[in-house]
Structure formats: structure tokens, C-alpha cells
């Protein structure tokens, strides 16, 4: 929970000042207007635009703003006030002077005036619009759609494509096994051809059985000979064809992945270190969600990941091959001593290439993980302190909604009237929509601290499967039973799993929990009152619920 006094900034804070607090502390009775402060303009959704006009009016209009430096402090500025006057920010633009020439920002953004007829036997509820955040955002994270986030993401998908890796490998594949075929063929017709003419040569009695015994062996030579060339030609093919171009091909987008994955977390270490004051209620219409950067940071780390594995499957591949090239002679020859010296040369060429591309995937994940927890801490901490910034305040207007609601009235701008003329019959729909509609923006800040976590969960997940892969390769060149080794690690990632599910289910349970305490239950509690009354009136519509 934020407890910085910072007096520019601050809403939602507990009234620790005169005009902060009602005069008679009546609930739903006089002196229950509610002043909407400069700060809280800023939640109201308005384009950024709206937001930056509001701000230069308020300056042109307010007479205080003319007596202050632009960078004067707070205390500079709260001890310019007089005893009884309120600090501009506390002055409401219905309450200025009657000599300002500027029209009133109401009627530049909307048809209809927004200001409601004050009444001071109803209840101003607009801070249940204009405390929360904007809601709904423009470009929610779970969209994935921020446009400043595109280029990033066009660059994921063109990385993540590997339709042209498929399409050279079939490619290859068909030509290679068109001509392994023809190859054979031919082969074929050469050996026939061989026992015609010898069969036909020892019936006219010009070649003896011995003769014909050394000229099928020496044909057999060579065509052992033309079988390694043939392997050999294969082997260069599949060298130019498929692992050159696509070894180019993954290092060329492992270096790609790895700048854009260097460019979001530069950006992400800026915002840490200067942080926005305006970061959560901006988040999701000027600038992307913290939660949709870890989310596309996340993307690019998962595909850098299945670039190197592709890297590391396709000189698996031509390693298998320039085995199945060393070992055919030896297999023409019977050698099974240098057949069996070179499996074993190549099954530890293989355990160490696997053991390294395993510490390596291992230690990228790490370092993937510390990044995003890291910002995972930071964006729900952020996240809690802005809740906790306006939920004492929203719990506040809530609580003074009587229980009894016969007799008791809100206030609603004309605006609100000409669009629900049913308001004048039933006023306690207009409450119950910005009951609703607080209830929901409010909950963004739970929602996007339940989100970050559960982002986290699957870092530390992925991180902890590939240390799960690293401890079971590393057993098994050791020289332990594969299966038992298979086995155990089976169930350490299962209980690892267990454990990292429960501390993710524990987080959101405590989350969850401060939502009911500070905001939630008191919101529930009052609209099932409202819903009551005006089921009983004959106000009820269900598309109140939406």
C-alpha cells in the first residue's frame, strides 16, 4: 500500500484535511457533495487530448494557478491558501467565478451539459465514475493489440513462422528420395543385366562358376563403391540444400528474437527506474498493459527457445547422417570393432552437445525469469498501491447509501436524463450502473494483478522443466539407469509443479481477499439493496445487470 504523501498525485486517501471532510458527517443526508478533484479528471476515460485541454482551462480559469510558479511544491502552494479557502485542485469548475469567459468543458465534449443540478438532500455519487480507472480500456492486455506494441509483434509472427523451414525440408526430402529411388532403380537393372549375361556366358560354356563367382564380387565392390558415392552425394546435398540455408535461417531470427527481447526489457528497465505517476490509469489506452510486454516478452522468449531447439534437432540430423556415411564402409566390410568405436564416438558427441544446449537453455531461462518476476513484483505492487489509493474513498460514497432507500436520492447529470429518461421514474438505476460500472473498473487492478502472477506461474514453470531436462541428462551421462532416472525426475517435476500451483493459488486467494475486504462486499452489499428496492418499485431491468 502506497503512503507516500504525495499531495498532487494522491486519491482515494483517508480525509486528513478540513475540506476533505463532510461537514456533519450525515449519511445520505446534507452536506454530501463530494467535490471531484483536478486529479480525479484523469480517470474519467476522455481522450488524452480532452484530458490535456481540461488541464489548460482549469489554468485559465482558476486564479490560484496565476500566483504559482509551474514547479512550485506542495507545501509552497498549500501555504498560499487562506484559512478558509480551498486548494485549487479541491475547486470544482461549477463553483468558479461567474466572469470566466472560457465555456465549460461539457459543452466542448458532449451535446448535453454533464454538471448535475446540485441538491443538497441527494447523495453525489460521481466519484464512482470518476475515482476508478478508465474502463473498458481500448487495448486491454488480453487483447494483445496496442498499436505501440505492432512492430514487436509483426516481428514475433514473421519469427515464429516456419512455414519456409517446412516447405525446404520437403522440398529436399522429395528430390533426395526421387533420386534414392532412381538411384535403386538403375542399380537394380545393373545387377539383373550382371546375371543375365553371366548365366548366358557360363551356358555357352565361355566363363566357369569360379569366374563368374569373381565377377559378381567385383561388381559387388562396385557397387559399394557407387553406394558411398551416392551417400556422399546425398550428405553434400542435404549440407546445401537444407543446413546451410536454415542454419542461416535460425541465426539469423535467434539474433533478431534476442533484440526485440533486448529492446522490450531496455524499455521495461526504463519505466522501473522512472516510474509514471499516471501508469495504471493509462495503461490499456496510451501506453500497452505491463502484463501484454511480459506477455509478448514471453512470446519472443518461448520462439528464441524454439529457434535454438530447431538449430540444435537440425545438426542432430546432419550428425546422423555423417554417421550413417563413416559407418558404411565398416558395415560393407564387417567391421563390427570400428562400427562399435564409432557409435560410441558419436553417442558422446551427441550427450555433449545435448548437455550443452541444456545448461544453455537452462541458464536463458533463468535469466528470463529473474527479468520477469522482477517486473511481475513491481507491476503488482504498483497495482495494489492504486487500489488501495481510491478504494477507501469509492467504500466511502458506498457506505453513505442508506440502508433504507425510500426517500433517499443521487445525484444525476441532465445528461444522464436526456439518454434514461426512466431515471426520473426510477434515479436508482442511474446508482445501480455506476455501481456496477465502479465494481468493474475497480476490479482491473485485481484482474491484472491475478494475470501478472499467473504469467509468472508459467516463466517459473517452464524455467523449472528445463532444469528438470538438464538434471535428467546430466544423470544419464553419468551412467545411471535411464528409466529409473526417467522416473524420479517425473515425479520431482510433478511435486515442483504441485508447489508452484499451490504459492500461485495462495497469491490470488490474498489478492482476492483484499478486494472483498477494502471494495468488494460493500459493493455487492449495496447493490443487492438497490436491486431489492427497485424490484420492489418496479424499476427493476435486467439489463441492469450488464
Known amino acids: 500500500m502506497s503512503t507516500v504523501p504525495d499531495e498532487e498525485n494522491s486519491r482515494g486517501r483517508p480525509s486528513s484535511r478540513w475540506w476533505e471532510a463532510s461537514i456533519d458527517g450525515s449519511v445520505g443526508r446534507g452536506g454530501q457533495k463530494i467535490e471531484r478533484t483536478k486529479r480525479e479528471s484523469k480517470y474519467m476515460g476522455l481522450a488524452r487530448e480532452a484530458r490535456e485541454n481540461l488541464q489548460w482551462v482549469e489554468s485559465e480559469l482558476s486564479p490560484f494557478f496565476h500566483s504559482e510558479t509551474p514547479k512550485a511544491s506542495s507545501s509552497q502552494r498549500s501555504a498560499a491558501y487562506c484559512s478558509n479557502e480551498y486548494p485549487p485542485e479541491k475547486t470544482s469548475l461549477h463553483e468558479r467565478s461567474a466572469d470566466q469567459t472560457s465555456p465549460p468543458l461539457s459543452s466542448r465534449y458532449n451535446s448535453h451539459p454533464v454538471t448535475a443540478t446540485l441538491d443538497s438532500h441527494k447523495l453525489d455519487v460521481s466519484r464512482l465514475v470518476t475515482l476508478p480507472p478508465p474502463y473498458p480500456r481500448h487495448h486491454p492486455a488480453v487483447n494483445n493489440n496496442h498499436p505501440d506494441l505492432s512492430a514487436l509483434r509483426t516481428h514475433f509472427r514473421s519469427l515464429s513462422d516456419l512455414a519456409e523451414v517446412a516447405a525446404t525440408k520437403q522440398r529436399h526430402n522429395a528430390g533426395q528420395d526421387f533420386d534414392r529411388a532412381s538411384w535403386e532403380q538403375v542399380a537394380n537393372d545393373r545387377r539383373r543385366k550382371l546375371h543375365i549375361d553371366i548365366q548366358a556366358r557360363i551356358k555357352t560354356g565361355s566363363m566357369s562358376f569360379a569366374e563368374a563367382a569373381n565377377t559378381e564380387a567385383e561388381f559387388d565392390a562396385s557397387e559399394s ?5 551416392q551417400a556422399k552425394a546425398d550428405f553434400d546435398r542435404f549440407k546445401g540444400e537444407v543446413m546451410s540455408p536454415l542454419r542461416a535461417i535460425f541465426s539469423e531470427r535467434i539474433t533478431k528474437a534476442s533484440t526485440c527481447i533486448y529492446q522490450l526489457c531496455s524499455g521495461l528497465y526504463i519505466d522501473a527506474q522512472d516510474p509514471n505517476p499516471n501508469q495504471t490509469q493509462e495503461e490499456g489506452d496510451e501506453q500497452p498493459e505491463l502484463l501484454e510486454k511480459l506477455t509478448l516478452l514471453k512470446w519472443l522468449s518461448e520462439t ?81 498501491s492504486a487500489f488501495w489509493d481510491i478504494a477507501p474513498n469509492l467504500l466511502a460514497v458506498v457506505q453513505r447509501v442508506p440502508i433504507d432507500l425510500d426517500g433517499f436520492g443521487v445525484l444525476i447529470p441532465q445528461a444522464e436524463y436526456h439518454e434514461n429518461p426512466a431515471y426520473y421514474q426510477f434515479p436508482m438505476q442511474y446508482l445501480h450502473s455506476l455501481l456496477v460500472h465502479a465494481g468493474k473498473s475497480t476490479y482491473q487492478f485485481i484482474e491484472s494483478q491475478t494475470n501478472l502472477l499467473c504469467l509468472l506461474h508459467e516463466v517459473k514453470t517452464g524455467a523449472m522443466s528445463a532444469g528438470s531436462r538438464l538434471m535428467e541428462t546430466q544423470r544419464c551421462i553419468a551412467g545411471e539407469n535411464p528409466a529409473v532416472v526417467v522416473q524420479e525426475i517425473r515425479g520431482l517435476r510433478s511435486d515442483e509443479e504441485d508447489r508452484l500451483t499451490l504459492d500461485l493459488k495462495d497469491k490470488v486467494r490474498e489478492v482476492e481477499a483484499q478486494w472483498d475486504e477494502a471494495l468488494g462486499n460493500g459493493l455487492k452489499e449495496c447493490m443487492k439493496r438497490v436491486e431489492k428496492f427497485l424490484l420492489r418499485s418496479g424499476g427493476w431491468d435486467e439489463t441492469l445487470q450488464d
Open 225 to 229: 563403391e557407387s553406394r558411398r558415392v
Open 304 to 384: 528464441r527457445e524454439q529457434l535454438h531447439q530447431e538449430l540444435f534437432d537440425l545438426q542432430g540430423e546432419q550428425d546422423s547422417r555423417y554417421k550413417e556415411l563413416v559407418l558404411m564402409p565398416y558395415h560393407q566390410a564387417n567391421a563390427e570393432d570400428k562400427v562399435r568405436d564409432v557409435e560410441n564416438f558419436f553417442k558422446r558427441d551427441s550427450q555433449e552437445r545435448k548437455l550443452k544446449f541444456e545448461k544453455d537453455s537452462f541458464r536463458r531461462l533463468e535469466t528470463f525469469m529473474a527479468v520477469v518476476e522482477d517486473n511481475v513484483t513491481r507491476g503488482v505492487e504498483v497495482q495494489l
